[in-house]
């Protein structure tokens, strides 16, 4: 018989290893001489990816054959897309595979759709605590995603809180960019005047602004930046450049 263990996790931040070991010894209490174990282990992949950006779920769903019994820790790490899971189920089923979850042992087609459903709420809630975490971000001046245009990241600012964050050990302050500042403010003050993006964007050229490239700014720059300005209220913050 053949054992196929499939583990995926989300971020770099994670590790497939305590998947690995708790499907392993549930595995090895089942098997006999002769039978096969094959793992595909998908590290730092999203299940917010459709399934054929998953290469190693497209692999294991490949080589999938009648008789198999695939074990995952929990039924979401296949997909956390409702109507995804259930597809990916209902394929495994149509190969004559069996499913087995260490976290969700009782699946069968009526139970899948209460699965799917409470994955699918755990997406939802994921993306609510994301949110969260980018506007408190934000608000402290913290830096999220790019460096805004407009700003510098503080090298004396360092963050300090996990030795497993990207962010370790790295500026996370952001503080005015005086150059950058001033085009920003001159982007304002012409937009008020009724000038265009792109004659914004010739009079910085005019009085030699140049972007972080060294590059003259471009009028979809101009345009980023104030759609940000606009949104952005009492405290602007500007776009971040490409």
Not at 34 to 55: A, H, L, Q, W
Not at 106 to 125: G, P, W
Request: hydrophobic share 30%.
């Amino acid at each position: 018989m053949r054992y196929i263990i499939y583990t995926r996790v989300s971020t770099n931040k994670q590790t497939v290893e305590n998947q690995l070991k708790e499907c392993r010894e549930y595995v090895y209490k089942l098997t006999q001489k002769g039978d096969e174990v094959i793992e595909y282990c998908e590290p730092d992949t999203s299940t917010f990816k459709p399934m054929r950006n998953r290469k190693k779920l497209v692999e294991m769903m490949s080589r999938l054959r009648q008789g198999d019994l695939l074990i995952v820790y929990k039924v979401d790490r296949l997909a956390r897309d409702k109507q995804e899971l259930i597809n990916i189920y209902c394929d495994i089923r149509k190969k004559g595979v069996d499913i087995y979850g260490l976290y969700d042992p009782s699946l069968n087609e009526e139970s899948i759709c209460i699965y799917a459903f409470m994955a699918c709420t755990e997406r939802k809630n994921i993306q609510v605590r994301t949110m969260s975490g980018l506007n408190r971000k934000r608000a402290n001046g913290e830096r999220v995603g790019g460096t805004l245009y407009g700003y510098r990241l503080d090298e004396t600012k360092l963050q300090m809180l996990r030795e497993e964050a990207h962010s370790y050990k790295k500026p996370y302050l952001l503080i005015p960019n005086e150059d950058e500042h001033a085009q920003v403010n001159l982007m304002v003050e012409w937009h008020s005047q009724g000038l265009s993006y792109g004659q914004i964007a010739s009079e910085l050229d005019a009085k030699g602004f140049r972007n972080r490239k060294g590059n003259p700014v471009q009028k979809m720059t101009v345009y980023r930046i104030l759609k940000r300005l606009g949104k952005l209220n009492p405290t602007p913050r500007v776009e971040a450049f490409d």
